[in-house]
């Protein structure tokens, strides 16, 4: 605990150095990201230990309002501090290249101070143990990543993005305290160890408290259809921002979900078919409204909501499996949703930070507008490659490692024979949600990077890689996704040893089995097959071609014309013949007349069901204005009739007690 | 115990370039005409081989590496599937996922290397092969999980083996449901009539051949041979679901193999025969009713 106690300190003195030495730029950016690397280093560091150990760090209390304030490391706490401080380790490092450009016109120091502190509300919120605690740093997470949110604030949208943001986090605080509420109903105190002890809260009150954090977590989360607000915020913030906000702070809805089922036991059935059905029309719509995207942050925004239906996908088969009795079917599910937690933390902020090197080196975010960049931004290219092949959860890359591990939750609910067997259709949609993934990656990296420039003007410049502060995180974020995908069993073993630890069904049966490691090194030599069977292939081409001259000529334009840049396939029909076959659910909206064409996206969710009932909301209450006309007697005679609906309502419950 | 396995692997990638000239040779008798020699694709990969290449000037390093990654995950594909019904090179729990992520990333290296032409024509037929693939995965998936409930087994050398055999009685309608979807699926991912027409020659009707329109030489060589083994996984799949292998002597299951993926061979060009291309809008249909086959099959298990 004293370790995480110096990352929290090295943390704050990277914000204060940032701040203080603002008028000495280079020193400033300097001491930041000395502070934040050694912040983060020794953070991770006690985090490895605790998941090694596998037993609770001390915790730290003191006694404050609202009673005692626990905080302490438990390894799920501890599985959730990695990305947080490895994500924010990369993204921060990255932010001081990103942000070095408007320091001319913008308070950056300010930015990257929030961003610290952002990390701290972060490091709160999975390290508190106890109600007032959590909800304090979920306050402070929720707050400063509104500011940070804001930082382009001279833009209209992203002041309605940041607005919508931060009305939707505080019904999800409101959820929370609900929840908390109903949680303690019977509880003697407020420490997460005195609300789980015995699980004694009531049936209906526990009902009560799933149903509100399904809501509170799931905003959080951005689970469809509680997700309208996060692809605006996330699109508006600074990219580093994005990065941590769609890698790691979605994360903590997970946490929460997790947290709290470790405080009431096994779950009912209906919590699990509840996960499991908002994971699977996450998964399916996340990556339709993805698609259909044609801001670059806003298609990755959307690919979150996918990615966290996969991981409610196995969070729900993992519920399942406990309250079914299939101890080896819940390992499979939440273990899998426990590594896609960590996998996407790192492929989505390579990707964030991708889309930001592409933006500061082009001006541009609009897919439609960019290509050609591969040849110019040779790095950024593959760093972004990387990252799409592990969000599509192909192998060899970590996005298939957890994909794997939730497929195979999946079927073996099906083999299981018990109620949850019906569960095994949610492999067909992972499948459906891993192929439309692809076509949506094929598309984001066949129009940014390969062809030709849509856009350019000739004679300019070319786009150029950014500088080395920017690419070492994104190359190191590549480096892990490899690593975890080559070596599965690197992760697999903390990641069933929590879960073991949650006491939520796992037995030592299911646990004592060791086929997994067995499996899991499988996977490394399939990695390893593949990867040596393509530089061989690589090598054996280069052989066979050597001394004969490849002869280099124009693309073959079918005996047509020389194709243009302008002739090239756009991204919009690239995906078009993959939307139409969704009809109204893609939610694009395509106006055509004899020489125009004009195809633009909308939110079904936000655009045809939130926006609609706001505005049939104010109108009835336009309406009700009339009723404050200003006139005396009228105001009197609504206290009366208050008065007498009170004195009605009084004698009634009188007499019914 | 590894010998077996990688012989039978062997075995089949020398026989997969004949199957899609067994495919044509067949549609061609059936229509009336001679048609190409059985062993034509043999001979056009060894002259493909010997040809140089011609570069499109606007590509870079991924449309080269594009057809060795093909070949690369398609032989590791191979590698995953228990070809003589008794044990494949490499099989562990959920090893299908891996056998589907494997076609996919072939599939994501080809499309991007279509991509990197710049060609508009390349662009559309990379459109319309990420589009088939999306309505041919979770066919594909619902046909394994055909096979999980059947055997109860997660790895394909389990579902594929020894215990196929047991279950086959009570388990027979589900899957010969589940082998008609996998034979619909083979013609979709093998770019065959009616999803795609291998013989049409106007590339806006093309799918599978307008993405490799600038590969030459040696590259597509490797993309027509990947095409060619992809064919015969598919066929070997079909084959192992209908005729439990793993029941047979070791000594006949190369035979009973060859023989299936020979009569599935024949099968597409049947089909190819007595049916046209389905109009582009059509084809979603197609895969849907393959996957319709496959849910039946799945809920007839599940009841």
Same mark, same amino acid.
């Given at each position: 605990m004293s370790q995480l106690l110096l990352a929290v300190v090295l943390l704050l003195g990277a914000g204060a150095g940032a701040v203080l030495l603002s008028r000495w730029p280079r020193l400033a950016d300097r001491a930041y990201v000395t502070l934040l690397l050694a912040g983060a280093a020794v953070g991770v560091a006690e985090a490895v230990l605790v998941l090694r150990s596998g037993a609770v760090s001390a915790t730290l209390s003191g006694s404050l309002p609202g009673g005692p304030w626990v905080f302490g490391l438990d390894p799920l706490s501890a599985w959730f501090l990695l990305p947080i401080l490895g994500v924010g380790a990369a993204a921060g490092t990255f932010g001081v290249g990103y942000l070095g450009f408007e320091r001319g016109h913008r308070p950056v120091a300010a930015t990257h101070g929030l961003f610290i502190v952002l990390l701290l509300g972060l490091v709160g919120v999975v390290s508190a143990q106890a109600v007032v605690p959590f909800l304090a740093a979920w306050e402070i997470m929720a707050i400063s990543a509104y500011l940070l949110v804001m930082h382009e604030h001279e833009q209209a949208e992203v002041r309605r993005a940041g607005l919508v943001y931060i009305t939707l986090t505080h019904l999800s605080t409101l959820a929370l305290i609900g929840m908390f509420a109903a949680l303690s109903v019977n509880a003697t105190g407020r420490s997460f160890t005195e609300l789980g002890l015995g699980n004694q809260t009531p049936g209906s009150a526990r009902s009560v408290a799933l149903g509100l954090a399904l809501v509170g977590f799931g905003l959080k989360a951005g689970a469809v259809p509680l997700h309208f607000w996060l692809p605006g915020a996330h699109a508006a913030a600074p990219s580093h921002v994005s990065a941590v906000l769609s890698g790691v702070m979605l994360k903590v809805g997970i946490y929460g979900l997790f947290r709290l089922m470790s405080l009431v036991g096994a779950p009912p059935p209906w919590f699990g078919w509840a996960l499991f059905g908002v994971g699977l029309v996450s998964g399916v719509l996340g990556v339709v409204w993805a698609l259909a995207q044609h801001d670059l942050k806003r298609l990755l925004a959307y690919h979150s909501v996918e990615n966290i239906g996969i991981i409610l996908l196995g969070m729900g088969v993992g519920v399942l499996g406990v309250a079914h009795g299939q101890p080896a079917v819940a390992l499979l599910g939440f273990t899998g949703a426990l590594l896609h937690t960590l996998n996407h933390a790192l492929f989505k902020s390579l990707l964030f930070l991708g889309a930001g090197a592409v933006y500061r080196a082009? %001006?541009?975010?609009?897919?439609?507008?960019? %290509? %050609?960049?591969g040849r110019c931004m040779p790095w950024t290219a593959l760093a972004f490659g990387v990252g799409s092949i592990a969000i599509v959860g192909l192998p060899p890359l970590n996005g298939f490692v957890s994909e794997w591990t939730v497929f195979q939750g999946l079927l073996a609910s099906g083999a299981s024979g018990e109620p949850l067997r019906y569960a095994v259709v949610g492999a067909a949609g992972l499948g459906l949600i891993g192929a439309l993934a692809l076509a949506c990656f094929t598309k984001l990296d066949g129009t940014l990077f390969l062809g030709h420039s849509r856009s350019a003007v000739p004679g300019a410049r070319p786009a150029r890689d950014p500088g080395a502060v920017m690419l070492a995180p994104m190359l190191t974020l590549s480096g892990l996704c490899l690593a975890i995908g080559m070596l599965p069993v690197a992760v697999l073993r903390p990641a069933r040893l929590i879960v073991a630890g949650l006491a939520i069904g796992a037995d030592g049966g299911a646990l004592a089995a060791t086929a997994w490691q067995a499996d899991a090194m499988r996977v490394t030599v399939l990695g390893g097959g593949l990867l040596a069977m393509i530089l061989l292939l690589l090598m054996a081409r280069h052989w066979l071609a050597a001394g004969a001259v490849a002869r280099v000529a124009p693309t073959w334009g079918c005996a047509g014309a020389v194709s243009t840049p302008r002739m090239q396939y756009t991204a919009s029909s690239y995906a078009a013949l993959l939307l139409a076959a969704f009809g109204p659910l893609a939610g694009t909206h395509i106006s055509r007349t004899a020489d125009t064409f004009h195809s633009s996206v909308v939110d079904p969710v936000q655009d045809g069901a939130v926006l609609p009932a706001w505005r049939l909301l104010c109108r009835t209450g336009d309406r009700l204005r009339g009723i404050q006309g200003g006139r005396l007697r009228w105001y009197l005679l609504l206290v009366i009739f208050t008065l007498v609906a009170l004195l009605f309502y009084l004698t009634k419950a009188g007499r019914a007690s | 115990m590894i010998i077996g396995p990688l012989l039978t692997l062997l075995l089949v990638l020398a026989v997969a370039p004949a199957l899609p000239g067994l495919a044509t040779r067949t549609r061609a008798l059936l229509t009336g005409r001679r048609g &190409? $020699? @059985?062993?034509q694709l043999y001979r056009d990969l060894a002259r493909l081989f010997r040809k140089n290449v011609v570069y499109s000037r606007s590509t870079t390093a991924v449309f080269r590496i594009g057809p060795v990654v093909v070949i690369a995950t398609v032989l590791a594909a191979a590698a995953l599937l228990p070809l003589d019904g008794h044990a494949a090179l490499l099989s562990f729990s959920g090893d299908l996922v891996a056998f589907t992520g494997l076609l996919g990333l072939g599939r994501f290296a080809l499309v991007l290397a279509g991509l990197d032409t710049g060609s508009s024509f390349e662009g559309m037929g990379a459109s319309r092969e990420v589009t088939v693939s999306a309505f041919a995965e979770p066919a594909l998936f619902l046909c394994l999980t055909v096979l999980v409930l059947a055997t109860g087994e997660l790895s394909l050398a389990g579902m594929l083996g020894e215990r196929l055999a047991a279950v086959w009685p009570g388990a027979a309608p589900s899957l010969v449901l589940a082998a008609a979807a996998l034979f619909m699926l083979a013609l979709a991912e093998t770019s065959? @009539?009616? @999803?795609?027409? $291998? &013989?049409?020659?106007?590339e806006l009707t093309m799918i599978h051949e307008v993405i490799v329109l600038d590969h030459s030489g040696p590259e597509l060589g490797m993309i027509l041979f990947g095409n060619a083994v992809k064919l015969a996984l598919f066929g070997a799949l079909v084959t192992g679901v209908l005729v439990p292998l793993g029941q047979l002597p070791r000594w006949l299951t190369p035979v009973v193999l060859l023989a299936g993926l020979g009569v599935v061979a024949v099968g597409v060009g049947i089909v190819e025969s007595c049916m046209a291309r389905l109009r582009m809008n059509r084809v979603p249909q197609f895969l849907v009713a393959a996957s319709a086959l496959a849910v039946f099959g799945v809920i007839l298990l599940l009841r």
């Open positions: 082009t %001006g541009r975010r609009i897919i439609d507008q960019l %290509g %050609g960049l | &190409a $020699p @059985v062993l065959r @009539v009616p @999803v795609d027409d $291998p &013989a049409t020659h106007l």
